[in-house]
């Protein structure tokens, strides 16, 4: 199919996301948001630190030889995940988990641009000035987060006042005053050019490295007053998305473990469920280093959610702790669409999750047990997202509902076009490649080709408007 014939269903299902955007009438984001710092990676900024010690660029070399670190324990830690990222043009998250190392990042590179972040607070940013009503959740909501959120009238937090739980905008809500956590947002684009002793490391595509400091919320304890106050409003809410176990530990100093921490956010979402059925809830994977910490979430968490969102690098990940090594491996080495399906199909089949979406350079993929309204609508949901995620690519963060039109100034990747047409073959599914609509094994797939902005302003929280966009139009 060519990209002209996919121009009029971009047209008509951004309409159709449009429509849905308007009919939304509350949605929680949940569990992650913290201040970036951003910086833009170039070979200027990381020679002179390869360069003050020769340990870094050993540990750089060992992140281009595809080892990539659980943890930041060292600086070595820290420039060893960045390697590994760079070489293969994929996004990474990483914790940094001793203060030295925090420290020595802060010498090396300093703060960079303070903006907003995390997986809660960039798809709360990205949906409310569409004029949806956004709840989001803040811990600790210092005033300088607050500030950073904006001063959209449809974004709010939850508050405890005198006759019970209310919303409230966040720099009302807002007690504390600092910086408690950084993270550092590597961006890097395809220009990135440089030679470490014969290896020539230059990504394929624009991405970041994450490397993050959150001591607050390395033990994470949800706020009882968002925990008691959603509760108690959630029948306000259609959708709930959350994400934030990539900063977790496996152990802890007073001798609790990971499990501790995760187990009791399963029981919530469990009775956040019973008294509202009707409650759709996404989890957002993102990159958890610890495979004890997502074995976590795959037992206490994946029961409780209808779907599942997921990039290239964390679909791997993912099937390493469903006993898929040998696919994982080969995803890493060698990524095909039709294996990243495959692993798609897993997902479903070992978790029991309703709905798996997937979203890589080019392309999005969703595949589910049982579309909530038609598999059209799923396609259709896909596209919308697309629209969303290529007009902040090319323009940065919204400031309404009419700048999302901006996505259609990209073009229909040519990628995604290909990949289309090779996934198509591979099932044997014409309708694949001509509407993006496939049975897989009594699964229903849409698949679509992306907008591809060729030089995105930024790359970070594009994946949380992908997700969010299309868990929302569905």
Known sequence: MTSERWEPLYRRAYERGIARVRALHGVCCAFHSVIDG?????????????????????????????????????????????????????????????????????????????????????????????????????????????????????????AKGEHGYELEAPLDAAREKGVFAIHWIFEYGTDFRLDLDGVIVQPHRANRYIPSWNPANNQ??????????????????????FSGFHILSETYPDGSTCEDVVRPLGEYLDSIKQAAPELKIHLEFASIGSARVRN???????????????????????LDNLGEEPLANSLREKPRVEDFLTGCRIAIEKTGVGRVHFHNLGYYLCLEKQPWTSPHDSRDALLF????????????????????????????????????????????????????????????????????????????GLGDTISAGAFLTE
Not at 87 to 108: H, N, P
Not at 226 to 232: D, V, W
Not at 303 to 312: A, K, R, T, W
Request: aromatic content about 6%; some cysteine.
């Open 220 to 241: 994470f304890k949800m706020d009882p007053v968002f925990a008691e106050g959603f509760r108690a409003l959630v029948k306000n809410y259609s959708h709930l998305l």
């Open 296 to 318: 976590a979430a795959i037992d206490h968490v994946f029961p409780h959610v209808d779907s599942l969102g997921l990039n290239e690098t964390e679909l791997p990940l993912l």
């Open 38 to 158: 951003v910086i833009h990676l170039t070979p200027d900024l990381i020679q002179p630190v390869l360069d003050s010690d020769p340990s870094l660029k050993i540990a750089a070399k060992k992140g281009c030889d595809g080892s990539a670190p659980a943890e930041i324990l060292t600086p070595a830690d820290f420039v060893q995940g960045m390697f590994y990222s760079l070489k293969r043009g994929g996004a990474m998250q990483r914790m940094i988990r001793e203060a030295s190392v925090y420290e020595w990042a802060l010498r090396m590179f300093g703060p960079g641009e303070l903006r907003l972040g995390g997986t809660s607070a960039n798809m709360a940013r990205s949906l409310a000035p569409l004029g949806i009503p956004v709840t989001v959740y803040a811990n600790p909501l210092t005033v300088e987060l607050a500030e950073l959120f904006g001063g959209s009238h449809h974004l709010k937090l939850i």
């Open 385 to 460: 997202a697309a629209v969303l995620a290529a007009a902040r690519a090319q323009n940065g963060l919204f400031k309404s509902l009419e700048d999302s039109r901006a996505g259609f100034e990209a073009r229909v990747a040519a990628l995604g076009l290909d990949q289309l047409n090779r996934l198509a073959d591979s099932l044997q599914q014409p309708s694949l490649a001509e509407e993006g609509l496939a049975d897989v094994d009594g699964l229903s797939l849409a698949a679509i080709p992306t907008r591809l902005v060729e030089k995105p302003l930024f790359t970070v």
